[in-house]
């Protein structure tokens, strides 16, 4: 494949991915694997493209993740240092991305339009409530310190700025970055929206991953923890709500438990996740951010500040990783075609078994028993041809004389012979031998059919346009095939003599060597029955030998020639009638615009599409 | 559809309830056993795994339900069922007003479930799923005919604990969902939620609901959110209990256990006396025999369900109009295969005229025989045709065995069979199964139901069926030709009567010509060719015998040829059929019978149903009657 410019680049693999992805939904077997997909189109989406682009590293993204009533809001606004999100008792309340940003940062959000931002989620125009379940993200500007409209609530957060040294020395995290409030994953809702929720991660730069003291050792969060770090994501774990006291000991069951667990990054290194815990805190410490609650936010803001400075590195480091963990990855996220690659394979077996069947029988049941009649006559012409001409024809007859007694015995031999049996003409061959192999391949689809969609597809075919489409296609093969055959079955008993007669010298030659052959043996004979009365029966048995020889000679030059012919048309007929018929009847499933053509198309190129975008950002790093 | 998790109105008679639910045992256990027996045996028609486990899984149900409900007073099983830290195992200590189970911090607590009981109950009537359990018994007689269950946790990233509550559920009369703020309506919980609530009763709590009160928030509060949801899955009016668990432990650890007092900061709605009372007195022993009566019922619905998916269908039609595709193919079959068979037989005439010649032979005696014999000989020093060691076992008719005496007539068949074989039958056979499948599946037979049966017609012994449909074709053909009706049989039976005695009449006479010229005749003197002439004579009458013979008893191939090939394939299209047509009909047959029996025990399930339900009507109408 030719490199790509990397737009198309960019969007020929996003549009695979989503198409693999959206396939995977379909196969039950294949459903763990959607969400993998799904992050690795948002992190080409979103961090690779608009890195290609040229996109400035600023604002880096922070996206805050965590099960249903985990504490998520409370993070955010932590991170906003506002009451920007509302806490909400109901479990799983958000149900799209929402994004803060800050005054400044806010005019610098100019996204890269070519890929489409955040993909199929649509920006709300309007602000609407955190629970409008559709595919769209909103954002909202949050008045910081360092803007200049503070008049918008709360007005604590000022006051506060002024009065705390702490808060003060980090003036604005809103303006380097943005915070995504996500939906949960948990509820039983949510498998209609964690493709928002994966969308937005692979934007992220830094990820905080919150989890409450009911949560921290549970499957699914657990689960999307492992993705997102395998995706090579910076995350930050917040542990919440637990009492003070135990704010340690749970921190060292979360190591233990789930840290230590964490799979590893590409590179063979354990994932560095850095963990706080904030414990369950009164109503009124939360609506106070920057204040009652600064202890527990400071610590949190200069994690995110670590992972977020200089922005270049972090967005540097989000961009690099990502690409080496999809390539890490590629292999399994093309997993989900696995068993529609090994059904594609075993239909390939059972249609290269009929076609050895195929030619087997055309060598059995017909080539075997074709004699090519052509050859017998070019016998006959050829022992013809060694007889003498003109005048010498008297000599020739005298010698076919003495034959006559060998002759007879001769055609009684012959004529014990039986003549081979079961004879079937060429063309009934065939038929049946195609036929015969579509049924096999067709009960063989019909029987498999419950066990893989590529064996239904393939038996829907067969009711439908493969078979008629496969005779038409037989049909029209076996008449070029007839053609071609028949210009060799006349050239090759003809070449048998053609080469003597078109040299006279050599005719000649061979034509005196016989007569001298037949002469000696009777003036050998001669000799030795002493001209008595037994020379009458040794030279009739003489002239019959030197015959038989000669005889013996041109049959086996005849029969070289016809296994020549045999074979060829045995291999003529495997190349021009089965093996493009096996081709094509290998290929249908993948072609005529079906699931499995964009399957396989998808399947070769996503893994080159992620090396030529590994080495595209190679130059740009 | 409404579904209440708690029984309704309950009859005030206890009586027939009672004796329902005991006599029901031993038709539940008679149902598990018809029920495991249809497993057991072989079926035609497939059980997919899943399907098969799941009724593997509804007979242990039937056999439990037998085993609880054949004791004089029914244990009510109540398990409690959540993720993990949503306060199970604290509900239950504030239930006991003790620490009985593991309350922590980490995450998931409680590995080993408890098993809450009664001290009078022994526990060796437990289920055996629950016997492995700690079990904590106590000393509260409101609580005497139930057992309260802690189960493991079904969230956390130990898969070990949801295997253990998943093998703990099927014991349950009544599932306890518990929930708290963050996981009443949980996706894992909320899925196993839903795949039983067909089949036990339910009820509701919402612990920690302390943390469901944030004052000024948006959205619906967790226990509104949470009764939302329940209406969708069919609870119209769910028993839900709001709850704080922790401040009932801690209260009952400053207070004892038995204090009547209440604690202090306990939030508005908060319902733990409620649940306590439900428990206690709302589940009397009434409401205990109506769940579990309740709970036979959903099993038994269960069962017909499960069983009627497994019902094979009725697949008459389609073996008619299959074999009728099928007589088609297996004539064009038995065609085709008769005219390889036949010119495979071709080199062979030699061989078979000089059979028949033979079998001629027999009908002549004395000179002409013969001569017949002389002349036969003569003609077929090339035939193959050797003298028999064995009579030919496959001739089982004795009139057919008689007929061919000591000529191997097999030998040349079989040769000419495997030459035939090798080349073009063997293939012939598997494409025919193919064929055959492909037509079935046309005329809409389920294919893996035949494929097995057609593939093993197909491996029988065909060149065995073919040598002996030769040679009975053989037979039969001859028999037509010499035995004709009519005019030939008697031009033919005049033949050889003339044959059998023309040749001695003329020997004789010749003879006797000869002796009387000798005698009667003064001074003859006989010539050598007198002496010779009825030799002679002889001699030429058995030719002019001959040749009427050859033309008027036609035993040449030419001839049978075409009567044999008719034959033959008359002969090879019933063995064919007889293999193969009869196939769909015995699979449909098949199929019939397991209908037949599958709907005798949903049969007896549904009448089992009818009769429980009838009996609940029953004990319902009571209450429309005014107590005397």
């Known amino acids: 494949m030719e490199p790509l410019d990397h737009r198309t680049l960019v969007s020929q693999l996003v549009d695979d991915l989503n198409w693999l992805e959206a396939y995977s939904r379909h196969a039950p077997e294949s459903a763990d694997k959607t969400g993998p997909l799904r992050l690795a189109a948002a992190l080409v989406r979103n961090v690779l493209g608009p890195f290609l682009e040229g996109q400035p590293p600023l604002p880096l993204h922070v996206v805050v993740v965590g099960g249903a009533g985990a504490g998520k809001s409370t993070i955010v606004n932590f991170l906003c240092g506002a009451n920007v999100a509302e806490a909400n008792p109901q479990a799983g309340f958000t149900r799209h991305p929402i994004a803060y940003v800050g005054g400044n940062a806010a005019t610098s959000l100019q996204w890269s339009a070519h890929f489409g931002f955040l993909g199929p989620l649509q920006k709300l125009t309007q602000p609407a409530a955190s629970n409008l379940d559709q595919d769209v993200y909103q954002v909202r500007r949050v008045p910081t310190a360092s803007s200049s409209s503070l008049t918008a609530t709360p007005a604590a957060p000022q006051a506060l700025a002024t009065l705390e040294p702490p808060t003060q020395l980090l003036p604005g995290l809103l303006d380097e970055f943005v915070v995504w409030d996500c939906p949960d994953m948990t509820t039983w809702a949510s498998s209609g929206y964690t493709s928002r929720l994966l969308e937005v991660a692979g934007l992220a730069d830094i990820i905080v991953y919150v989890a409450s003291d009911e949560r921290y050792n549970d499957a699914i969060p657990t689960q999307y923890l492992h993705l997102l770090i395998q995706s090579g994501k910076a995350v930050i774990v917040v542990l919440t709500k637990m009492r003070e006291s135990d704010m340690q000991p749970l921190l060292e069951h979360f190591r233990q438990e789930v840290i230590a667990r964490l799979p590893r990054l590409p590179d063979g290194s354990a994932p560095v996740v850095p963990c706080l815990a904030i414990p369950f805190l009164a109503p009124g410490d939360l609506a106070d951010p920057t204040g009652k609650a600064a202890k ?154 419950g066990q893989h969609a590529v064996w239904k597809h393939l038996a829907k075919g067969f009711e439908g346009p493969l078979t008629q489409e496969a005779h038409d296609r037989f049909a029209q093969l076996a008449r070029q095939f007839e053609r071609g055959q028949a210009e060799t079955l006349q050239g090759a008993p003809r070449s048998v003599y053609e080469g003597l007669e078109s040299n006279p010298t050599l005719l000649n030659t061979l034509r005196s060597g016989k007569l001298a052959l037949d002469a000696s043996a009777i003036g050998a004979a001669l000799w030795i029955a002493n001209f008595s009365w037994w020379s009458l029966l040794a030279v009739p048995l003489a002239a019959s030998f030197t015959h038989s020889v000669v005889e013996m000679i041109g049959s086996q030059v005849v029969e070289h020639k016809r296994e020549q012919v045999r074979s060829r048309q045995q291999k003529q007929m495997s190349q021009s009638l089965a093996t493009p018929l096996a081709d094509w009847l290998c290929h249908w499933p993948v072609t005529g615009g079906s699931t499995y053509e964009r399957l396989q198309l998808a399947l070769q190129r996503i893994p080159s599409a992620f090396r030529q975008m590994e080495d595209a950002l190679r130059r740009r790093l | 559809m409404s579904e209440s998790p708690v029984p309704v109105p309950l009859p005030t008679s206890l009586a ?98 408890v098993v809450y009981f009664h001290h009078s109950v022994r526990p060796d009537r437990f289920d055996p799923a629950l016997r492995h359990c700690r079990l904590v018994a106590h000393d509260r007689d409101t609580l005497a005919n139930k057992i309260i269950v802690d189960t493991p946790d079904l969230d956390s990233n130990d898969l070990a604990n949801r295997d253990k509550l998943l093998v703990l559920l099927p014991v349950a009369d009544v599932v306890l969902y518990v929930g708290s703020q963050e996981k009443y309506h949980d996706q894992i919980g909320w899925e196993l939620f839903k795949q039983q609530r067909k089949r036990r009763a339910f009820a509701f709590v919402l612990n920690k609901w302390d943390r469901c009160l944030h004052p000024g928030a948006s959205g619906l509060r967790p226990d509104e959110d949470l009764l939302r949801d329940l209406k969708q899955e069919g609870f119209e009016r769910p028993r839900l209990f709001r709850t704080v668990a922790q401040s009932w432990v801690n209260h009952a650890l400053q207070h004892g256990a038995n204090s009547t007092s209440v604690p202090a900061d306990l939030p508005e709605g908060e319902q733990f006396l409620e649940l306590r009372h439900w428990l206690e007195l709302g589940l009397t022993r ?205 031009l033919q039976a005049g033949v050889i009567g003339a044959a059998n005695l023309i040749p001695e009449l003329a020997f004789i006479s010749g003879l006797g010509v000869l002796l009387y010229r000798f005698f009667m005749i003064e001074g003859y003197k006989a010539e050598p060719i007198d002496i010779a002439l009825p030799f002679l004579i002889t001699l030429v009458v058995l030719m002019l015998m001959h040749i009427l013979i050859t033309l008027l008893l036609p035993m040449r191939w030419r001839t049978i040829r075409q009567h044999f090939r008719r034959e033959l394939e008359t002969q090879l299209r019933n063995d064919l059929q007889g293999v193969y047509a009869i196939l769909p009909e015995q699979v449909a047959q098949m199929l019939h019978d397991e209908r037949q029996q599958l709907n005798r025990i949903i049969d007896e399930v549904a009448q089992l149903a009818a009769w429980l339900e009838e009996r609940r009507q029953a004990a319902d109408i009571m209450e429309l009657y005014a107590r005397d």
């Open chain 1, 296 to 449: 527990y936010r400071i610590a949190l803001l200069n994690q995110v500040m670590v992972l977020g400075d200089p922005p270049l590195a972090a967005r540097q480091r989000t961009v690099g990783l990502a690409i080496k963990c999809l390539i890490a990855a590629c292999s399994e996220l093309l997993e989900v075609a696995r068993q529609d690659l090994e059904a594609i394979d075993a239909w390939r077996a059972a249609v290269r078994a009929g076609r050895a069947e195929f030619e087997a029988r055309y060598r059995r049941e017909y080539l075997s028993s074709e004699r090519f009649g052509r050859f017998d006559l070019a016998r006959e012409h050829l022992l013809d041809l060694l007889e003498l001409p003109g005048a010498g024809r008297i000599v020739s007859g005298l010698f076919w004389l003495a034959r006559a007694p060998y002759r007879l015995v001769r055609s009684a031999i012959t004529g014990m012979n039986r003549p081979e049996s079961v004879y079937l003409p060429e063309q009934e061959v065939l038929v049946a031998a195609f036929r015969a192999w579509l049924d096999q391949l067709r009960s063989e689809a019909l029987q498999r059919a």
């Open chain 2, 16 to 113: 027939p309830v009672e004796s329902v639910l005991r006599t029901l045992a031993p038709k539940l256990r008679g149902l598990e056993r018809q029920l495991r027996d249809w497993l057991q045996a072989r079926h035609c028609f497939p059980i997919s795994a899943t399907q098969r486990s799941s009724l593997e899984t509804l007979a242990d149900d039937l056999k439990r339900q037998a085993d609880a409900l054949d004791v004089d007073r029914p244990l009510l099983v109540i398990m409690l069922m959540g993720g993990t830290g949503v306060g199970k195992s604290t509900l239950l200590n504030a239930l006991a007003g003790a620490p009985i189970g593991q309350a922590s911090f980490t995450r998931p607590t409680t590995r080993d479930p």
């Open chain 2, 286 to 490: 009434l409401e205990v025999e109506a769940v579990k009566a309740k709970g036979v019922g959903q099993l038994l619905t269960q069962l017909q369900q499960a069983l009627e998916r497994l019902r094979p269908p009725d697949l008459t039609q389609e073996a008619q109009c299959t074999r009728a595709a099928w007589d088609r193919v297996l004539d064009e079959e038995a065609r085709l295969a008769s005219d390889v068979l036949l010119s495979s037989l071709d080199p062979y005439q030699t061989e078979i005229e000089h059979h028949f010649n033979l079998e001629n032979q027999t009908r002549f005696r004395g000179l002409m025989a013969g001569y017949l014999k002389l002349m036969t000989k003569a003609r077929f020093v090339t035939s193959n045709l050797r003298p028999q060691k064995v009579l030919l076992p496959e001739l089982g008719n004795s009139r057919d065995a008689a007929k061919i005496p000591t000529w191997d007539l097999s030998a040349f068949t079989r040769q000419s069979i495997r030459a035939a074989g090798e080349k073009v039958l063997d293939q012939r056979c598997s494409a025919l199964v193919n064929r055959l499948l492909v037509e079935a599946d046309q005329q809409r037979f389920p294919l893996p139901l035949l494929a097995e049966p057609t593939q093993e017609a197909s491996r029988l012994d065909w060149y065995e069926r073919f040598d002996r449909d030769l040679i009975a074709a053989l037979t039969e053909a001859e028999r037509i030709v010499t035995s004709p009706t009519g005019g030939r049989k008697l």
